[in-house]
């Protein structure tokens, strides 16, 4: 806030003022030339542009009685309006401290509502919550609180081991899951290959006895074609050749083969 006694002067954009005539609100004024009575006037001036304040860390107390640190930072400024621009002269004397009074007030507030869980995941909540809480506070003071931020939530050292060692333990847990599902993923890969290997090896089988079963079949069908005459000569063949496995001997004649047979050494009587 800054006071103007001089005939001239300029409001700048971001500045708003009143004109006082003998203590007196008189007139609001904006940004431009403006002129004044001096001694009879005085004039004075308000930055409406956003303030930046900050929570120092302070101790709160949650629902489960656990103490923790805790800071913040808020944005305020002077409304825009004569009326806002006149209750922050007329209705609060020093209207940044009382915002900050306000805002640690209604911090402890708020984090007393909650659990210490709950507040380490609460923490927009809890900003949204006091950022409308405040801002209709200061309603009367012609103030606009713009946003609140939490900074730093900060559990006691003890609390902080048993919080890491409880995330620790997770994550082990998770590892070993993680592990396992791996394994046994694995386990399903190699039993899907041994039956993909068993159904290739089955199928080669077949293809296999199909083929034989097929090339039977063509043998068949050539020998009932081409040697359905000769039955009884391919018969006489087979006698030989099973003769001819036994060492036994067989008689030549001039018109072919004759199935009589001479087991074993028998003398050949010679011709006189």
Same mark, same amino acid.
């Given at each position: 806030?800054?006071?103007?006694?001089?005939?001239?002067?300029?409001?700048?954009?971001?500045?708003?003022? &009143?004109?006082?005539?003998?203590?007196?609100?008189?007139?609001?004024?904006?940004?431009?030339?403006?002129?004044?009575?001096?001694?009879?006037?005085?004039? !004075?001036?308000?930055? &409406?542009?956003?303030?930046?304040?900050?929570?120092?860390?302070?101790?709160? &107390?949650?629902?489960?009685?656990?103490?923790? /640190?805790?800071?913040?930072?808020?944005?305020?400024?002077?409304?825009?309006?004569? =009326?806002?621009? /006149?209750?922050?002269?007329?209705? &609060?004397?020093?209207?940044?401290?009382?915002?900050?009074?306000?805002? !640690? $007030?209604?911090?402890?507030?708020?984090?007393?509502?909650? $659990?210490?869980?709950?507040?380490?995941?609460?923490?927009?909540?809890?900003?949204?919550?006091?950022?409308?809480?405040?801002? =209709?506070?200061?309603? %009367?003071?012609?103030?606009?609180?713009?946003?609140? =931020?939490?900074?730093?939530?900060?559990?006691?050292?003890?609390?902080?081991?048993?919080?890491?060692?409880?995330?620790?333990?997770?994550?082990?847990?998770?590892?070993?899951?993680?592990?396992?599902?791996?394994?046994?993923?694995?386990?399903?890969?190699?039993?899907?290959?041994?039956?993909?290997?068993?159904?290739?090896?089955? %199928?080669?089988?077949?293809?296999?006895?199909?083929?034989?079963?097929?090339?039977?079949?063509?043998?068949? /069908?050539?020998?009932?074609?081409?040697?359905?005459?000769?039955?009884?000569?391919?018969? /006489?063949?087979?006698?030989?050749?099973?003769?001819?496995?036994?060492?036994?001997?067989?008689?030549?004649? %001039?018109?072919?083969?004759?199935?009589?047979?001479?087991?074993?050494?028998?003398?050949?009587?010679?011709?006189?």
């Amino acid at each position: 806030m800054r006071r103007v006694i001089g005939l001239i002067y300029v409001v700048k954009q971001f500045e708003r003022g &009143i004109v006082e005539f003998f203590g007196k609100y008189k007139r609001f004024v904006g940004p431009g030339l403006h002129f004044q009575i001096p001694i009879v006037e005085l004039t !004075r001036i308000r930055d &409406i542009r956003e303030h930046t304040m900050d929570i120092e860390p302070q101790p709160v &107390i949650t629902k489960d009685n656990v103490e923790i /640190q805790v800071d913040g930072l808020i944005w305020v400024r002077p409304g825009l309006e004569a =009326e806002d621009i /006149q209750k922050t002269f007329y209705n &609060i004397d020093n209207w940044k401290n009382a915002v900050m009074e306000l805002a !640690r $007030t209604n911090l402890r507030q708020e984090f007393g509502e909650l $659990t210490l869980d709950e507040s380490l995941i609460a923490r927009d909540r809890i900003s949204a919550n006091l950022q409308k809480v405040l801002d =209709e506070l200061t309603n %009367e003071w012609g103030l606009k609180v713009c946003k609140v =931020e939490i900074k730093l939530i900060d559990p006691p050292n003890d609390i902080k081991v048993a919080m890491h060692k409880q995330k620790t333990a997770e994550q082990e847990r998770r590892s070993m899951k993680l592990l396992a599902t791996g394994r046994y993923e694995a386990a399903e890969q190699e039993k899907l290959a041994a039956i993909q290997l068993a159904e290739g090896e089955k %199928e080669a089988i077949i293809k296999v006895a199909e083929g034989r079963a097929k090339a039977i079949q063509l043998v068949n /069908q050539a020998a009932e074609k081409y040697f359905k005459g000769n039955a009884k000569e391919l018969k /006489q063949l087979e006698i030989t050749e099973n003769s001819l496995k036994d060492n036994s001997k067989i008689i030549m004649t %001039e018109k072919g083969i004759s199935p009589t047979l001479l087991i074993g050494e028998l003398p050949i009587k010679k011709q006189k």
